[in-house]
C-alpha cells in the first residue's frame, strides 16, 4: 500500500513586518521542499517558527520535510503540535492523516487506526483517509485471527504431545514387562534343569550302591563255595 503524505500550501497574508518575515522564510522552505531538498527546507521552517512560533502551516510542513528524512519521532512531535495548537480543522484532520500513516510504516496498527479514526470524525469526506481506516482495521483483524489459530495450534500440539508422551509410555512399560517376563521363564527354566541334575544324580548314586551290594553279594556266595 502507497502512503500519501499531506501538504499544505502557505496562504501568505501580511499582518506585520514580524509576520511577514517569518512567512517568507516558510516559503523558502516550500521552495526547498518542492525541489526535494529536504534539509533545507526543515532549516527554512525551524527559522520561520522561531519568528514567530504560531505559524502552524509551517510546523505542518516542517513535520513532511522531517517524513522524508525517515525522521518519524521527530516528525509525529510536529504535527502532534498542529494537532493540539490549531483550530483549523481541516490542518487537524491533515495532521492525524499524516500521523496515522506514519503509525502505519512503523508497524504500529493501533496507534494509526486511533490516528485515522479521529481524522475522520474531523473530516469524514476525507475519502484516502477512510480508505487507510479501513485497510489497518482488517490487518488487525487478519493478525488477531492469526494470532487465534497459533493458540488453537498450540494448545492442539501439546495435546498430540501429551498423547505420544503416553503410547511411549506405554510402549516402555510393556518393554519392561516383557523383559521381566523371560527373566522369569530363564530363571524357571534354569531351576527345571539344576532339578533335573540333582534328580540325575541321586539315580546314578542309587544305581552304583545297588551294583555295589550286588557285587557283595556274589562275593559272599563265593566264599561260601
Request: avoid cysteine; charged fraction near 35%.
Amino acid at each position: 500500500m502507497k502512503i500519501n503524505y499531506l501538504t499544505i500550501i502557505l496562504v501568505l497574508i501580511s499582518f506585520s513586518t514580524l509576520a511577514q518575515s517569518g512567512r517568507k522564510t516558510a516559503r523558502s522552505g516550500n521552495k526547498n521542499y518542492d525541489t526535494g531538498n529536504f534539509v533545507d527546507a526543515e532549516i527554512n521552517y525551524k527559522k520561520a517558527l522561531e519568528i514567530n512560533s504560531d505559524l502552524l502551516e509551517a510546523q505542518f510542513n516542517l513535520g513532511d520535510a522531517l517524513i522524508k528524512q525517515e525522521r518519524y519521532e521527530e516528525a509525529l512531535e510536529s504535527f502532534e503540535k498542529v494537532n493540539n495548537g490549531s483550530e483549523n480543522i481541516l490542518m487537524k484532520a491533515n495532521a492525524l492523516h499524516n500521523m496515522g500513516n506514519i503509525f502505519l510504516s512503523q508497524q504500529d496498527l493501533e496507534g494509526a487506526e486511533e490516528s485515522y479514526k479521529n481524522a475522520l470524525r474531523l473530516n469524514p469526506k476525507d475519502n484516502e483517509t477512510r480508505y487507510n481506516y479501513a485497510f489497518v482495521k482488517n490487518l488487525i483483524q487478519q493478525q488477531e485471527e492469526n494470532e487465534e489459530n497459533q493458540d488453537k495450534n498450540k494448545e492442539e500440539n501439546k495435546e498430540e504431545n501429551k498423547e505420544e508422551n503416553k503410547e511411549e509410555n506405554q510402549e516402555d512399560n510393556q518393554d519392561e514387562n516383557n523383559e521381566e517376563n523371560q527373566e522369569e521363564k530363564q530363571d524357571e527354566s534354569n531351576s527345571q534343569e539344576d532339578k533335573q541334575d540333582r534328580n540325575g544324580d541321586s539315580v546314578d548314586k542309587d544305581q552304583n550302591n545297588n551294583e555295589e551290594e550286588k557285587n557283595d553279594d556274589n562275593k559272599d556266595k563265593n566264599d561260601e563255595i
